[in-house]
């Protein structure tokens, strides 16, 4: 049953005792759950308990413990949507996360190809980004480079990409916003440009900006190269957030072969303190599946 359904069943219940509803609040609150790390869900995964309102489903997550939200499609809502969930997320001190900040090409080479006419086309899209990010409170935004040019050697794509990212932090780094690379598996995501933790890495030392950083989503990592732990260590200077999915299914941690207890750990143990978004699928659903995304996070924040 939904929060606003049992209280107004609750209400409904008092009157009819010729009682007044309050009596029924009198006991103590529920204590919020504290997270060790800025987990951050994403709009649909608690809709069940929640409701398919984007505002209810942000207090929710405040209600649950949860002190940040990411939103890939934030740039597609509505200015109105984006300063009301602005407002709710400064209320319920949550803490805004990604959103994506242009077109992504899947299929054809936009920077690798090193076209001037799409470069162009990927710097204004990042300026249109300052703008999002300002009204919704955001620091970080997700960069794809985009598919290979397989008639271009390597070295020319990544020069290419390297010049693209260089410009667009110039955009950036007067307004102190970061765009996080996210390198992209080859299994569900074959043929794009960047697929590799130290060819972001690589990347984002040649860039040299503190508005270019990489994205280091496990789930993809697991797949693509394994070795989580050292390749984050390796990377870490250059990480600037991170995503969260189990391998396989790319569903909530407990439910894959990854050790999520003991990556967090590390993270934590590294003093970070920005956000882990929760780029991931339920693996059950309704509102049972919604609660278990909940547990599993408990559980493997519980390392301290």
Same mark, same amino acid.
């Given at each position: 049953m939904k929060r606003r359904t049992f209280i107004h069943s609750t209400a409904m219940a008092g009157a009819a005792l010729g009682a007044s509803p309050n009596i029924f609040a009198a006991g103590p609150k529920p204590i919020k759950h504290s997270f060790n790390l800025k987990y951050a869900p994403h709009l649909g995964m608690f809709k069940n308990m929640a409701g398919e309102n984007p505002i209810d489903q942000l207090n929710f997550m405040a209600d649950q413990g949860f002190t940040a939200f990411e939103d890939n499609g934030m740039k597609k809502r509505t200015v109105e949507l984006q300063e009301k969930m602005a407002s709710t997320m400064a209320k319920r001190g949550i803490e805004m996360g990604v959103f994506v900040?242009?077109?992504?090409?899947?299929?054809? !080479? *936009?920077?690798?190809?090193g076209k001037k006419d799409l470069r162009e086309e990927f710097l204004a899209q990042v300026k249109d980004s300052v703008e999002v990010a300002k009204r919704v409170n955001a620091k970080w935004m997700t960069v794809v480079p985009g598919h290979v040019d397989l008639r271009q050697n390597i070295g020319y794509q990544t020069a290419h990409v390297v010049e693209s990212l260089k410009r667009a932090s110039d955009i950036l780094e007067p307004h102190g916003l970061v765009m996080v690379l996210e390198p992209l598996n080859f299994r569900n995501h074959p043929g794009l440009f960047l697929s590799e933790s130290p060819q972001a890495f690589e990347i984002c030392k040649a860039v040299d900006s503190p508005s270019c950083k990489i994205l280091f989503d496990i789930y993809h990592q697991q797949i693509q190269e394994g070795n989580l732990? !050292? *390749?984050?260590?390796?990377?870490?200077?250059?990480i600037g957030y991170f995503q969260i999915g189990d391998n396989p299914g790319r569903k909530e941690p407990t439910t894959g072969e990854i050790n999520y207890k003991n990556v967090f750990k590390f993270i934590h143990s590294k003093g970070y303190k920005d956000i882990l978004g929760m780029e991931h699928g339920n693996s059950m659903e309704g509102a049972e599946g919604e609660q278990a995304v909940i547990d599993a996070y408990k559980a493997t924040d519980n390392f301290l």
């Open positions: 900040a242009h077109d992504i090409y899947w299929k054809e !080479p *936009n920077l690798a190809s732990i !050292p *390749n984050i260590e390796a990377c870490w200077d250059e």
